[in-house]
């Protein structure tokens, strides 16, 4: 066996393509394969699929290929035209080491994609020598076109929520199939449209809107009313995190108004807000003497009120709806301004808060989602478009099927 026919094995090539040369040269850390489709060979029609068409011309195209120890890599080819009788049309004849439109060879684009999946574009570029916009055309590529096949007809819950895309007031939402823990879809903003483009691409892939029966999402106005619009079949749960975090809004206000008055509330934030399962033994102690009656804070009051509306969660179902009346009596009639307003805002969602009693669902799993968006963005420095973020969140949480060779 010679090394052509070594490389033959590795490239996997087959009948008529054979390896004709390679040159290795020690100086430039480089090695050229040249391919080459013996004599006479014919071919099958890209465009009609008729055997035995014989080569017009040819034209010469070079590949990046995955490197040979510390030496880069490339193929080169004469690649043939076809003149078909058949059709009539000329076209260049495909070639099973690479993509027609890429300058790298398949083997190549699939170690890109397995390093693109942890680590930045930027440093795979700077590995390989080549400029990071060639790596995101190989992403976009294999992303969008995995996406093109997937099959989203078993879809039946839907978790939304935003993340941020760029500083400021850019946002990028989010479509998570809760069965399965995937990004079904990404889109650009935070408002209602955002639920229309999602029932356009779910349709698209096979979807149903009226199989969707359970959707999650914040108390957003924007999300309930595309939900509301979108998705007349789904029942709608507001996120646990998320309506504790209105709760937990509340006591903060209460105690950011009485701290002035109350000097011994200063440095408390964290007390009132975090589970005293996670304060040190310290902090629970000075909670424990903040909230003894004698005190008489209302930032006390505030945090039992909080406190009790935990336990909302903690109610067999059948009770949940007389508990959470008590509470908002209870926080309604606390003289706690803030307080009152949260209460307002519970009353207002009340169906998709005692939703999670049947479904059962929360974002959670979103969350998980967005911080490993935020952490990819974070090695990145940013993304410098809204389509290569959203790709790589199908990169990263989309488990989406690519067509490659690994
Ligand atoms: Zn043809």
Known sequence: MNDLTLFQLALGLEEPWYVSSSTFDVDKKRLDIRIDFKPGSVFRCPHCGREGVKAYDTTEMTWRHLNFFQHEAYLTARVPRISCSECGVVKLQSFPWARRESGFTLLFEAMIMAMAKSMPVKSIAAIIGEHDTRIWRIINHYVEEAREREDHSAVTMVGVDETSSKRGHNYVTLFVDLAVSKV????????????????????????????????????????????????????????????MQVINNAVDEVRRQEQNERPELKKSRYLWLRNQSNLKASQRDRLAELSLPKMNLKTAR?????????????????????????????????????????????????????????????????????????????????????????????LINGKLNFSLPI
């Open 184 to 243: 079904l879809f990404a889109t650009e903003g935070k408002d209602a449209s955002t639920v229309k483009r999602f029932r356009e691409d779910l349709v698209g892939h096979k979807g149903k809107p009226e199989s969707i029966k359970e959707f999650c999402s914040d108390m957003s106005g924007a999300f309930i009313k595309g939900v509301n619009d979108n998705f007349a079949d789904a029942q709608l749960t507001f996120d646990k995190f998320h309506i």
């Open 302 to 394: 505030a945090y039992r009120i909080r406190l009790a509306f935990q336990e909302f969660f903690e109610q067999p179902p059948a009770l949940a709806e007389v508990f959470l009346r008590k509470w908002y009596f209870w926080a309604t009639h606390s003289r706690l301004q803030p307080m009152k307003e949260a209460a307002y805002t519970i009353k207002r969602h009340w169906s998709g808060i005692l939703r999670w009693f049947t479904s059962r669902i929360n974002n959670g799993v979103l969350e998980g989602i967005n911080s490993l968006v935020q952490a990819a963005k974070a090695r990145a420095r940013g993304y410098r478009t809204n389509r290569y973020l959203i790709n790589m969140i199908y």
